[in-house]
């Protein structure tokens, strides 16, 4: 009968899982193709996580995912999400970052050094620049949206690597992440309510 109980027992918790999976996806995919910032769904995201936080790199691929792409308004809807993930889960979130989102994190910091955006910046500006497709060309908006984006990742940055300073060892790609771009010359900001404010600090 032990024996039958904890089969059972494994098996609730494995279609538990399954469904706490299938729920994270759906929430994810419906915030990060939104066109603007879905409050509600992140900070249900953020409990998701909480409630198990086996279910983070689930969601950090998605984010890694959206990341990569050309559109600014994906960007920095990913970007949201993901601040909201380490502002509300703190240590469990960031240990799950690796190296490929650090370095999608790295890439958008870098931006304008990229061929592709220099090349979208010169088409913007040249004589054909009102006839470009959309996502061709990189116009002024975009070009704030993107400086924006490139200064959030630098507020994330700097957070974890201040909250988290002592348990370095466990997030190296964050931390390699953040001295790559201090050694490359970028200033990250300083923040006015000490660097933890806000910052769910229990792992």
Not at 16 to 21: E, R, S, V
Request: proline letters at 3%; aromatic letters at 8%.
């Amino acid at each position: 009968r032990s024996v039958t109980f904890a089969t059972r027992g494994r098996r609730w918790f494995r279609d538990m899982t399954d469904w706490q999976k299938a729920e994270l996806d759906e929430t994810l995919t419906a915030s990060l193709k939104s066109n603007t910032i879905e409050w509600a769904m992140n900070m249900q995201i953020c409990d998701s996580i909480k409630a198990n936080p086996d279910l983070a790199p689930i969601a950090l691929r998605c984010i890694d995912g959206r990341l990569r792409k050309d559109s600014p308004v994906s960007v920095h809807l990913a970007l949201s999400l993901f601040e909201m993930l380490v502002k509300n889960c703190g240590f469990d979130v960031c240990k799950a970052v690796d190296k490929g989102l650090a370095e999608a994190l790295t890439s958008i910091v870098k931006k304008k050094e990229s061929w592709r955006y220099g090349i979208g910046r010169n088409l913007h500006k040249s004589a054909i620049g009102d006839w470009l497709p959309p996502g061709l060309g990189i116009g002024e908006d975009d070009r704030q949206l993107w400086l924006q984006a490139s200064q959030k990742v630098l507020e994330i940055l700097q957070l974890c690597a201040d909250a988290f300073l002592l348990r370095e060892a466990s997030l190296r790609p964050l931390f390699n992440a953040y001295k790559r771009l201090r050694q490359d010359g970028y200033k990250f900001p300083k923040s006015e309510h000490g660097v933890a404010a806000g910052l769910c600090l229990v792992q």
